[in-house]
């Protein structure tokens, strides 16, 4: 792993200027700590290592405090080199490489923070988000939630590659279904990623067969797909609407070696050595009930682990049948259907890819995406659905595990 990358980081960390929730290092009660810092911009106070100074900070305080005071993502002035020290960083690193595992929601992650096969050994603080390095059954990993939609997540994964020494990632959370196939409570392993949320949207009267602007540019595409917004309309097919069309779009990748050169694409594929571990999977019992003791909240069907289809996502919580059905017509394949839809997974693999770091993605189905009879499935299942989505990340690690001896 190499850390000169660093540099690209720090333009992330410029750019994103979200507070997070504080987190204080020092002596006093509460009340105390609140009332030295009251600037809106600057509410936290954060501590040297004795607690006889402090600065007010707008995100959270580090880690590790220093002889002076100083924020979280490490002593204003350091080299990258001396930010990584004073993080703890490096002596993480040292002991690399690890498995990075990177979470959107509290709910998606507390299986794993609470379960005996996870066991901490420190909590790092970059850039407002808590980098938790632990092991899973005896695996080096580093765990990181993201928050939802693709900001979040691409500049969570970019910072876990930058800042931390791994050569794999996994990501996993719930999903909607988005194919008749799909039920409550599967995992499906997508063996490749796309985002449906870029769209060249045309301008009123005009045709299918008019270009979009940049066109001829190779900037954007009829190639893929178009939704009509008039074939979606209460009175009928076809009808005259002044919201016309959008056409679905690829995503411009630059990847190392050539970084320079933009290239248009559609599909993320993960790893095929991890898609071959995640094969043994097939056969893992999923959990059916919301209480497996008392057997309550339980599915009609049995839960199932499909590999090698295809997932997608956007910045959208997709509950209507009607886009889940183009969805899955425009962005699906013969023996590769879409079977989840979310809004983070495309952006994880994205930064991957463009990385160079191996990944693989898994979901598993809380709600059916508007398909159901009855309303969104998701507040009822989303602890079931993430529950099964940790059994299958044990078992691939286990398997990883295997893998790498």
Same mark, same amino acid.
């Given at each position: 792993m190499a850390h000169s990358q660093l540099v690209a980081s720090f333009v992330l960390?410029?750019?994103? $200027?979200? @507070?997070?929730?504080?987190?204080?290092?020092?002596? *006093?009660?509460?009340?105390l700590l609140q009332s030295v810092c009251p600037s809106p911009g600057s509410p936290n106070p954060c501590y040297n290592a004795d607690g006889s100074k402090y600065i007010c900070c707008a995100g959270s305080c580090p880690s590790i405090p220093g002889q002076d005071p100083y924020c979280a993502g490490g002593p204003p002035g350091l080299s990258p080199e001396a930010k990584l020290e004073a993080l703890g960083i490096n002596a993480v690193n040292r002991n690399g490489p690890y498995i990075g595992i990177v979470v959107?929601?509290?709910?998606? !992650?507390?299986?794993?923070?609470?379960?005996?096969?996870?066991? +901490?050994?420190?909590?790092i603080s970059v850039n407002a988000r808590i980098f938790h390095v632990g092991s899973i059954d005896g695996k080096k990993v580093v765990v990181v939630q993201c928050g939802l939609t693709h900001v979040n997540a691409a500049l969570t994964t970019q910072l876990l590659i930058d800042y931390f020494y791994v050569d794999k990632i996994l990501h996993y959370g719930i999903a909607g279904g988005a194919d008749e196939s799909s039920n409550l409570g599967d995992v499906s392993i997508a063996s490749e990623w796309a985002t449906w949320g870029l769209?060249?949207?045309?301008?009123?009267?005009?045709? =299918?067969?008019? #270009?979009l602007p940049l066109e001829a540019f190779g900037d954007y595409t009829r190639e893929i797909g178009r939704l009509a917004f008039g074939n979606y309309s209460a009175t009928g097919p076809m009808t005259p609407n002044s919201l016309n069309s959008v056409w679905l779009q690829r995503q411009?990748?630059?990847?190392? =070696? &050539?970084? +320079?050169?933009?290239?248009?694409?559609?599909?993320? =594929?993960?790893? @095929?050595?991890l898609l071959s571990i995640a094969g043994s999977l097939a056969n893992l019992q999923l959990d059916d009930c919301s209480n497996m003791t008392a057997r309550t *909240? $339980?599915?009609?069907?049995? #839960?199932? !682990?499909? !590999?090698?289809?295809?997932g997608v996502d956007a910045e959208i919580f997709? &509950?209507?049948?009607?886009?889940?059905?183009? !969805?899955g017509a425009t962005l699906g @394949? #013969?023996?590769? =259907?879409?079977?989840?839809? &979310?809004?983070?997974?495309s952006a994880v693999a994205m930064v991957a890819t463009s990385n160079g770091i191996p990944f693989i993605i898994f979901r598993s189905v809380s709600d059916l995406a508007g398909g159901g009879a009855q309303e969104n499935e998701a507040g009822n299942f989303f602890g079931l659905a993430s529950g099964n989505a940790y059994k299958v990340l044990t078992a691939l690690i286990a398997g990883i595990s295997g893998y790498d001896a």
């Open positions: 960390v410029v750019l994103f $200027c979200g @507070a997070s929730s504080a987190s204080s290092h020092g002596k *006093g009660p509460r009340a959107p929601n509290p709910f998606e !992650i507390v299986s794993l923070l609470t379960s005996s096969t996870f066991t +901490e050994t420190q909590e769209w060249s949207w045309q301008r009123d009267g005009l045709t =299918p067969d008019d #270009p411009e990748l630059f990847k190392l =070696p &050539d970084a +320079e050169t933009r290239v248009q694409t559609l599909f993320f =594929p993960a790893d @095929a050595g *909240g $339980c599915l009609s069907k049995q #839960p199932k !682990i499909v !590999i090698g289809a295809r997709v &509950d209507n049948a009607a886009i889940r059905d183009f !969805i @394949a #013969p023996g590769k =259907p879409v079977l989840t839809i &979310d809004m983070e997974s």
